[in-house]
């Protein structure tokens, strides 16, 4: 059980727009701790799509998109593309386990 | 450019040793502090424990606490994780990461990983 939650899966023709969301409480995300994306390609080590709550790191396309409200956080991606078909987890940190924690991971599917 | 390569990974049994490195280039890992998160097969990622940039402070998962140790050598810029005890439910893929502080809130908090290695597999199995 993750201490973040979010879909097992999406799904998305291409060209559309999917929105992943992330559920925290109020000893993580509540407690103001920023959240941040990362993108697993199939087979490959994940890599940070999102940082603190909404910026993009040099070369992520803008179709990728954050935001965060209250206990919760969500990963917009638009013009959906066949690249895109990976796992997505969120992460923040959390004062109550004095750790770092993750989303369980969004499997998101190109149709 | 930045880069982390894992190593040391192998088939181990339950209850002996192994210890995990991490070599970083392209920046000046006595600079940052660095972490540890893994993979168990077909699941999510799991913390495991982080390291300060001049190795005073450390902090573990409680499924690790006790039986793992992260250390580093910044001469050699090399991250290392010295696993004991190993159990089954160790079995994953370690990455090493680097930490970045949050700061947009005025005052820096816990924050995020900003690059990862690609991982070393760790089996325990009898």
Redesign the interface.
Same mark, same amino acid.
């Given at each position: 059980q &993750?201490v973040l939650t979010q879909p097992p899966s999406v799904s998305g023709a291409p060209g559309q727009r999917v929105i992943i969301s992330c559920t925290g409480s109020s000893s993580n995300i509540g407690a $103001? !701790? $920023?959240v941040?994306w990362?993108q697993q390609l199939p087979g490959?080590? %994940?890599? @940070?799509l999102i !940082? /603190?709550?909404s910026n993009r %790191?040099s070369g992520v396309p803008d179709r990728f998109s954050g935001s965060k409200s209250g206990t919760s956080a969500s990963l917009a991606i638009t013009g959906l593309q066949a690249e895109d078909e990976a796992n997505y987890?969120c992460?923040s !940190?959390d004062s109550s @386990? &004095? $750790?770092? /924690?993750?989303?369980?991971?969004t499997k998101l599917t190109v149709l | 450019q930045v880069q982390l390569g894992e190593s040391g990974g192998g088939v181990v049994q339950p209850g002996r040793s192994l210890r995990l490195s991490c070599a970083a280039s392209g920046f000046t890992l006595s600079s940052y502090g660095m972490h540890w998160v893994r993979q168990a097969p077909g699941k999510g990622l799991e913390w495991v424990a982080v390291i300060s940039y001049d190795g005073t402070n450390k902090y573990y998962a409680d499924s690790v606490r006790g039986r793992f140790t992260i250390s580093r050598d910044n001469s050699k810029n090399t991250l290392y994780l010295q696993m004991n005890s190993l159990r089954a439910e160790d079995t994953a893929v370690y990455y090493c990461a680097r930490d970045r502080v949050d700061c947009s809130g005025g005052s820096c908090t816990r924050g995020y990983f900003d690059y990862w290695g690609q991982g070393t597999l760790v089996t325990v199995s009898s």
């Open positions: &993750s $103001g !701790y $920023g941040h990362y490959t080590a %994940p890599k @940070l !940082y /603190v709550n %790191p987890y992460q !940190y @386990l &004095s $750790g770092w /924690v993750f989303g369980g991971g | -």
